[in-house]
């Protein structure tokens, strides 16, 4: 790939690009005082300073390599002038690339960062930050929540209305985890990710996410199942004597059966057991 200017209406390009990659890249102003900003991968990143130079560019310039990961993009500076460092944040602020970025030093140390406009939410869409899951089982939650976290850097490389209609997907993914509604969240992330896989921006094929998908939909599934089992075996023990115990026995086939992974009549032998408490009461 030759080395390319990132205008600030490509800014997405150069998240997608950090996504698949660690990039080399190099900043600096031109002649007219406007940023020059320009990434190649594969090469050092002090390479590009001939090619700054070629569209007008001066001192003072910064240069070194940057990768996104997990929302975030992290530019490491083997050169940072600090006028040079503010000028390559005022760019990225003005062209929001609606991850957070960090600049660090060849050491690894922060030198500064940069958050993404608050306007990433303006339409009514749900973020992480923003998941609240009091009151689930958080056996259930975190594995969407690990699924979520790992798929969204990924859907800011799919093309432009598809990106929309991904991150439109997550959101209503996230909101569902909100409202409890745990089987509609996995189906719209497991939807999301065959579509990355399609698009090879992740090293997981639609095929391994379907299989995963259907691993943690039985185990979320047996989850839902033993919490109402044990419910049940509470309820039970407010029952009367002669009644207690045998409703007692059968809690523990149901939980016997959930042991087997036998879901169906687990569920048959929960739903009678109910019944018999509610008759009762």
């Known amino acids: ?49 001939p090619h700054l130079k070629q569209f007008g560019g001066k001192p ?22 600090a006028k040079a460092i ?13 991850v957070n970025v960090l600049f660090r030093d060849d050491g690894g140390n922060l030198i500064d960062s940069l958050k993404p406009e608050s306007a990433a939410n303006e339409d009514g869409t749900t973020s992480l930050d923003e998941v609240n899951a009091t009151g689930l089982d958080p056996k259930l939650v975190r ?20 990106e929309r209609k991904l991150k439109r997907g997550l959101s209503k993914a996230l909101t ?5 509604r745990l089987e509609e969240a996995q189906t719209l992330i497991t939807v999301i990710e065959q579509a990355v896989a399609r698009i090879g921006a992740d090293r997981e094929s639609a095929d391994d996410s379907m299989k995963r998908a259907d691993r943690e939909g039985r185990k979320r599934t047996l989850g839902a199942d033993v919490m109402r089992a044990k419910k049940l075996r509470a309820s039970i023990s407010r029952a009367p004597g002669s009644q207690r115990s045998k409703l ?34």
């Open 1 to 49: 790939m030759k080395p390319t200017r990132v205008e600030g209406s490509d800014i997405r390009t150069l998240v997608r690009e950090g996504a698949k990659r660690r990039t080399s890249f190099a900043f600096c102003m031109d002649d007219k005082s406007d940023p020059l900003l320009m990434m190649q991968p594969g090469n050092k990143p002090e390479q590009l300073r």
């Open 143 to 162: 594995p969407l929540l690990v699924r979520a976290k790992r798929i969204k850097p990924r859907i800011t490389q799919a093309e432009g209305g598809l």
């Open 248 to 281: 007692d026995k059968a809690v523990h086939v149901a939980a016997r059966l959930l042991k087997q992974r036998d879901f169906d009549k687990a569920r048959v032998v929960m739903d009678r057991i109910e019944k018999a408490l509610g008759a009762i009461v």
């Open 60 to 81: 003072p310039m910064a240069w070194g390599t940057f990768v996104v990961r997990s929302g975030e993009m992290e530019m490491t500076c083997e050169q940072a002038p």
């Open 176 to 180: 569902s985890i909100n409202e409890g």
């Open 86 to 98: 503010q000028g390559l944040k005022r760019f990225l602020k003005a062209n929001n690339p609606k």
